[in-house]
């Protein structure tokens, strides 16, 4: 998250394409960022083969005055599903989406019903919309198999704990009733491994 004073660029950058995961992320741009593009898929180049998208059960926030959420480059495919988006902007441009069960909210007047946007806790509350609780499809699995159903949800700071498994699926990164309004973990986190060469 950039939060009021962040000036990241691309929030997730996939620059040559890949089968690639998104799934269950709290992402957040701030009015600073250098870029209005949030996540961007294969700007660079193909050259990673395979041009598919996942991207299920994430809360995207763009507190930017405008925006692009998803970049795809021509010729990807992408699954973008139980998805909320959540400020101004277009919600994706390029490629072949298959797009279901997503929550748009273009104001940030917090239809959404959020414990506090203000304060960067995207949580859903006993407020939040039909359209939000309880209306998340099944997302399935990716063409090799893969289950796209999240497990885990964040929280703060940069840590995660296990999303509820019970009834229905909810649209975005938290399952209402599973951990939600939890105070915030203030456990430093573990060590960064890199894994890149391996």
Same mark, same amino acid.
């Given at each position: 998250?950039?939060?009021?004073d962040?000036?990241?660029?691309?929030?997730?950058d996939?620059?040559d394409?890949?089968?690639?995961y998104?799934? !269950?992320n709290?992402?957040e741009? *701030?009015?600073?960022s250098?870029?209005t593009?949030?996540?961007?898929?294969?700007?660079?180049?193909?050259?990673n083969?395979?041009q598919?998208?996942?991207?299920?059960?994430?809360?995207?926030?763009?507190d930017?005055?405008s925006?692009?959420?998803?970049?795809?480059?021509?010729?990807?495919?992408?699954k973008v599903?139980?998805?909320?988006?959540?400020?101004?902007?277009?919600?994706?441009? *390029?490629?072949?989406?298959t797009?279901?069960?997503n929550?748009f909210?273009?104001?940030? !007047?917090?239809?959404a019903?959020?414990?506090?946007?203000?304060?960067?806790d995207?949580q859903l509350?006993?407020?939040?919309?039909?359209?939000?609780?309880?209306?998340a499809?099944?997302?399935?699995?990716?063409?090799?198999?893969?289950?796209?159903l999240?497990?885990?949800?964040?929280?703060?700071?940069t840590?995660?704990?296990?999303?509820?498994a019970?009834?229905?699926?909810d649209? *975005?990164?938290?399952e209402?009733?599973? !951990? !939600?309004?939890?105070?915030?973990d203030?456990?430093?986190?573990?060590?960064?491994?890199?894994?890149?060469?391996?």
């Amino acid at each position: 998250m950039d939060e009021s004073d962040g000036t990241s660029s691309y929030a997730i950058d996939i620059p040559d394409c890949g089968r690639s995961y998104i799934i !269950g992320n709290v992402i957040e741009q *701030g009015p600073l960022s250098q870029n209005t593009t949030i996540i961007s898929y294969g700007a660079e180049s193909a050259r990673n083969g395979n041009q598919d998208l996942y991207m299920i059960n994430n809360t995207i926030v763009n507190d930017a005055s405008s925006g692009n959420f998803v970049y795809l480059r021509s010729g990807t495919t992408a699954k973008v599903m139980n998805n909320i988006f959540y400020g101004p902007g277009t919600n994706w441009s *390029g490629g072949t989406v298959t797009a279901s069960n997503n929550y748009f909210e273009s104001s940030r !007047g917090n239809g959404a019903k959020f414990v506090n946007p203000g304060g960067y806790d995207y949580q859903l509350t006993s407020a939040s919309p039909a359209l939000i609780v309880n209306a998340a499809g099944l997302p399935g699995l990716s063409a090799t198999g893969y289950n796209l159903l999240p497990t885990m949800q964040y929280v703060y700071d940069t840590q995660g704990a296990t999303r509820s498994a019970l009834g229905i699926l909810d649209v *975005g990164a938290f399952e209402y009733g599973s !951990g !939600g309004g939890a105070p915030p973990d203030n456990t430093s986190p573990a060590a960064v491994t890199d894994l890149r060469n391996r």
